[in-house]
């Protein structure tokens, strides 16, 4: 078994009796969902936008929550704000993550997010090491990066959240529900996160340019190809990043 060991992730260990129900009223998934595998999820602000994404497993009597260790403290900071009496404990632990390619094997749980991103498994694990071109994968599947594609002015429903099952319209409230919910159910989505057929390089952060018009901004690229936010009406020729030239993969984001 190849497997690869995350150096940037935390696990926090969510447990008491009122563990579920805790996380039902915050985040954007449900937690009923435990009982099948793996969840992706995130929690939002107030207003609807983004603060961390992460993943949750259940252990037994408690939820393992894994996310971007820079995101960790601060997560674990807002939690602990809204448990006021409710039995929940939270703490961070100190537990391998490790993720690797092709079906869950050996109590490894698959990724909710697209079948092509693989697994992933919380503790020790005897695999073989192998090198994973993350951005790759992820930019070949559209699939954002917190600090890159992800930031404090996301709205999850542009970053494609609901493609990539991180977001459940039926469960009840949670925190920036309402707005969540009036952007799926109220408008078309103007902007949001594709796939762009890329030639050239660009600085990640670097604007879109279309008709002497800003389009955008793009974000990771790999092999001929990158995550770009679009305001779609404007996304519809030739485009340039700096010194790229780009296009709109009309294909892969037709699902978008």
């Known amino acids: 078994m190849q497997g690869q060991l995350c150096d940037d992730r935390q696990v ?8 579920l129900e805790f996380l039902q009223g915050l985040i954007t998934n449900d937690v009923t969902r435990l009982e099948r595998g793996l969840v992706y999820a995130a929690i939002l602000t107030p207003q609807g936008k983004y603060l ?26 807002r939690l602990s704000m809204y448990k006021l009496r409710a039995d929940v404990t939270i703490e961070a632990v100190d537990m391998p993550v490790w993720r690797g390619l092709g079906r869950a094997r050996d109590g490894g ?5 697209d079948p092509s991103l693989g697994w992933r498994y919380y503790g020790t694990l005897h695999a073989q090491p192998t090198v994973i071109d993350w951005d790759a994968l992820r930019v070949a599947a559209c699939v954002p990066e917190s600090g890159i594609e992800l930031t404090g002015d996301t709205f999850i ?14 469960k009840g409230c ?3 529900q ?13 902007k949001g996160l594709a796939l762009v057929e890329i030639d050239g ?7 879109i340019i279309a008709d002497g018009k800003a389009v955008g901004t793009l974000f990771t690229q790999s092999g001929g190809r990158g995550i770009a936010y679009l305001r779609f009406d404007r996304a519809r020729g030739a485009m340039s990043a700096a010194d790229a030239r780009l296009h709109l993969n009309r294909e892969a984001s037709a699902g978008q």
Do not use: C, S, W
Not at 178 to 190: D, G, I, P, W
Not at 201 to 207: C, D, I, L, S
């Open 12 to 19: 926090v260990r969510i447990g008491g009796a009122d563990r």
């Open 52 to 77: 961390a994404d992460f993943f949750l497993a259940a252990r037994g009597d408690v939820v393992l929550l894994d996310v971007k260790t820079e995101l960790a403290a601060a997560l674990v900071q």
């Open 109 to 113: 749980l698959d990724d909710p997010r």
């Open 157 to 170: 429903l542009e970053a494609g959240f609901e493609r990539l099952n991180g977001v459940d319209f039926r």
């Open 174 to 176: 949670y925190v920036g």
């Open 178 to 190: 309402e707005v969540t919910a009036r952007m799926k159910h109220k408008t078309e989505l103007r």
């Open 201 to 207: 390089f660009a600085p990640v952060g670097t604007g």
